[in-house]
């Protein structure tokens, strides 16, 4: 089984990404999943994937999302970055749009995961 961190998950690559682990229970697993700041959604997710952490970008959200959520729970850049380098975490799905993807991507590099980019 593939353990898998996407970086973008309520995007159109994340939520796609998700249905394929949706079909594919036994070959993956959601160890992390991160948003810019639609929290609605990701707590949907949360609550179907059983992530063991989560990052949300803009960190009223994050703050917010905290209050709700029963996991870890990041933000900004150093929590995306945290979700690329889950020691759980096989391959990092990197859906982020423009350079913001770019830190969170060589970190995930250094430690060694694999890495899908959209």
């Known amino acids: 089984m593939k353990n898998i961190s996407i970086l973008g998950?309520?995007?159109s690559i994340g939520t796609q990404t998700?249905?394929?682990?949706?079909?594919?229970?036994k070959e993956f697993r959601i160890?992390?999943?991160?948003?810019?700041?639609?929290?609605?959604?990701?707590?949907?997710?949360?609550?179907?994937f059983k992530?063991?952490?989560v990052?949300?970008?803009?960190?009223?959200?994050?703050?917010l999302l905290k209050e709700d959520a029963d996991?870890?729970?990041?933000?900004?850049?150093?929590g995306i970055i945290k979700i690329a380098t889950?020691?759980?975490?096989?391959?990092?799905?990197?859906?982020?749009?423009?350079?913001?993807g770019v830190r969170p991507t060589i970190e995930a590099i250094k430690s060694?995961?694999?890495i899908a980019l959209a």
């Open 9 to 11: 998950s309520t995007g």
């Open 18 to 25: 998700l249905d394929i682990v949706k079909n594919n229970p």
């Open 31 to 48: 160890a992390g999943l991160t948003a810019n700041k639609n929290i609605e959604l990701l707590k949907k997710q949360i609550s179907e």
């Open 51 to 53: 992530p063991e952490a």
């Open 55 to 63: 990052a949300v970008m803009d960190n009223e959200k994050a703050d």
């Open 71 to 78: 996991i870890d729970v990041y933000s900004s850049i150093d």
């Open 86 to 100: 889950l020691n759980e975490t096989d391959t990092v799905v990197n859906s982020l749009v423009g350079s913001i």
């Open 112 to 114: 060694k995961k694999n």
